[in-house]
């Protein structure tokens, strides 16, 4: 990306599986370096030498608007050819003008020496293409027009597989849902942003977890130029297509924003006026989309809004073959999971049977950067490289060429392969979570002082018998800061992944439960549920979980967190206010996991109500949040009894 562990690089540079995810053009901004340009200039010669390029083809919609495609064929005209299509919102102009070079064509190369025919295009409002864009609010008979033109090319063989990564990947579920003839197979990788609804989860696109609005578009709309009503340059319908490719050499379309300091910038209230603040442009972050539905910070977790444009929700069939790829450290992939079971469960039986997943322990499309030391945050996870090439390729060849090609990949891979941090090896499994996963269940306890690390928190294997509720006041003008975890795009000052958290478990308003040092070695793999007993002097308030693993030395890495509104504790349709006194039962989305604590380690949960800015912070009024500038303090508690037994269930898979 263009700044920090930002999208850009996380979702372009730093990744990507097959290199689904074009490479935006600012987003390889540098120095000018004569060995990159001949690298480029010889990849691209190389190209040409065996592909028939055509570029700025301009593809008629249903409505008269026109999406920019680039097209990449082997020269070999006597045959037609299947065709790998990536539909992106990001910047693939073929000329890296920062470079003065051509952009790095190793993918669209790769792909035709495989004997494909590799296409490119932006989405409805993106650089080239016409239209309004609104973020996977686009009309989806955008992509059966794409579909329906690609199976009517005369070299085509009509048959299209997807991938992608993150933005990428989002738009396929959708897609496939849609049942286009022409659409064999999809691979959408880390593509949580893409799930509406499915299951316990309402997170409508990563926008929300728990009903607590997740911070990271606020900056992600902002850095890559997504979020623009007014002003997006364009080029006249008239020119043709020649004209457009030279254009290109001189003018690729993409935002240059001013930066921000987010860590500030976020901090700001009301939030819907975040934008406003730093000098940024109106857009669908707070304004009107497009098409007439409201700004997204305004909408709650069941709002009509997102179930009209590009989200897939658990009302929409597939039933198409699917690789899918996630990671332990993504922006939510219990969502992601949660698709994938729903697919193999809902497909036709002979489709249910050609789902496969792969789940690494890296960052937000950081697939490929993993090595013989990955290191994800400040944790090594040992050795997690996979050849993801070779797996999408194999699996092309299986779905797009038929049986003449087939290459045995399906009945010797497993259904499931994830990979299990503590002992750092891949598995497999026929099923998520693994055959033989227990669950197994740890009771908050304490004698009422379980605030900071220094309290006297612990996690015991049955509850007890009278409640010592542990207090703490949660103060949003003081919220307990993000610090790791599985999140992308807030700007270069927060890292995701594994990050030690003791400077955390310092604060007061952090309650610590620890199990002690374990004698013998777990692992947990599979879905992680809490359940927590809580009251609050404030009608509303939120309540944070943070699932740890404790070295014997005292570090202390995050693994998963989660977070709920209390508003919408009983469903996210309406929300349900609290009473000054009452206890109320609170249990939050699943988390999921993979990791082998080993013996002598400690499994450790933490409590709060923040998490910022990865969340928004409840600021306990009741009110719509979005709109206030005014907070009130919150005195909540966490309750633990025989009464009110306070909980984690972890699925537990024996050796």
């Not at 027009?145 to 690609?150: E, H, K, T």
């Not at 899918?324 to 079971?341: C, I, K, Q, R």
């Not at 610090?483 to 700007?491: A, K, M, P, R, V």
Request: charged share 20%; glycine share 8%; with cysteine.
């Amino acid at each position: 990306m263009k700044r920090l562990a930002n999208f850009a690089c996380l979702a372009v540079l730093c990744s990507t599986v097959f290199a689904g995810m074009p490479q935006s053009a600012h987003a390889q901004a540098r120095t000018p370096d004569a060995a990159a340009i001949a690298k480029r200039n010889a990849t691209e010669t190389e190209l040409e030498s065996i592909a028939i390029i055509e570029r700025k083809v301009m593809v008629p919609m249903h409505d008269g608007k026109r999406m920019q495609a680039d097209i990449y064929r082997p020269k070999d005209e006597s045959k037609k050819y299947p065709i790998i299509f990536v539909r992106t919102p990001y910047n693939f102009n073929y000329w890296d003008i920062e470079l003065g070079a051509p952009r790095d064509m190793t993918t669209q190369l790769e792909a035709v020496k495989h004997g494909y025919a590799y296409i490119e295009m932006n989405e409805r409002g993106r650089y080239f293409s016409e239209g309004d864009y609104d973020i996977l609010g686009v009309p989806l008979t955008d992509s059966d027009d794409a579909l329906d033109w690609m199976g009517s090319l005369p070299w085509s063989a009509d048959k299209v597989g997807l991938i992608g990564c993150s933005s990428t990947a989002e738009w396929q579920l959708a897609v496939a849902s849609r049942g286009n003839k022409a659409l064999a197979t999809i691979i959408p990788e880390s593509f949580g942003a893409g799930v509406g609804r499915v299951g316990p989860y309402y997170e409508q696109g990563n926008w929300f977890r728990g009903g607590a609005v997740q911070m990271l578009f606020g900056t992600w709309l902002y850095d890559y130029g997504l979020d623009v009503a007014d002003g997006r340059p364009t080029f006249p319908p008239s020119m043709s297509q020649q004209a457009l490719v030279t254009a290109a050499k001189s003018y690729d379309l993409d935002a240059h924003p001013p930066k921000v300091d987010w860590s500030k910038a976020l901090q700001h209230l009301p939030e819907k006026d975040i934008y406003a603040a730093i000098g940024g442009p109106r857009g669908i972050f707070a304004d009107p989309t497009p098409s007439g539905k409201p700004g997204m910070i305004t909408r709650t977790p069941n709002d009509p809004a997102w179930y009209q444009g590009g989200l897939w929700n658990d009302s929409m069939r597939i039933n198409l073959p699917g690789l899918w790829l996630m990671t332990w450290y993504d922006v939510s992939v219990g969502p992601n999971l949660a698709a994938y079971n729903y697919v193999r469960s809902t497909a036709s039986p002979a489709v249910a049977n050609q789902q496969y997943a792969i789940i690494a322990p890296v960052a937000h499309c950081a697939y490929k950067r993993a090595s013989e030391h990955t290191v994800v945050g400040d944790r090594d996870m040992g050795d997690a490289r996979l050849d993801y090439d070779a797996f999408t390729y194999g699996w092309f060849d299986h779905f797009l060429k038929g049986k003449d090609e087939d290459n045995g990949l399906l009945a010797k891979t497993p259904k499931v392969r994830y990979y299990t941090m503590g002992s750092n090896k891949w598995q497999s499994s026929d099923t998520w979570p693994p055959k033989g996963a227990t669950p197994v269940t740890y009771y908050l306890a304490s004698a009422g002082h379980a605030n900071s690390l220094n309290g006297d928190g612990s996690l015991l294997t049955a509850s007890d018998a009278k409640d010592a509720p542990d207090k703490f006041v949660y103060d949003p003008m003081n919220p307990v800061p993000t610090n790791g975890g599985g999140f992308c795009c807030l700007g270069p000052e927060y890292k995701p992944g594994a990050v030690d958290q003791r400077g955390l478990e310092a604060r007061n308003d952090v309650l610590v439960y620890s199990t002690g040092p374990l004698k013998e070695g777990i692992e947990v793999s599979g879905p992680i549920d809490v359940t927590l007993y809580v009251s609050s002097d404030a009608k509303d308030t939120d309540f944070t979980v943070k699932l740890i693993e404790v070295l014997p030395d005292g570090t202390a890495y995050n693994i998963e967190e989660n977070i709920q509104r209390v508003r919408y504790r009983e469903g996210y349709t309406k929300p349900v206010w609290m009473e000054k006194g009452k206890v109320y039962k609170v249990t939050f989305q699943p988390m999921q996991t993979s990791n082998y604590f080993a013996a002598g380690h400690q499994l450790r949960i933490e409590i709060s109500s923040s998490n910022f800015p990865q969340f928004d912070r409840n600021l306990n009024t009741g009110g719509e949040n979005y709109n206030e500038s005014q907070a009130i303090v919150a005195h909540n508690e966490v309750h633990h009894s025989a009464q009110y037994p306070s909980s984690v269930t972890l699925s537990v898979v024996k050796e």
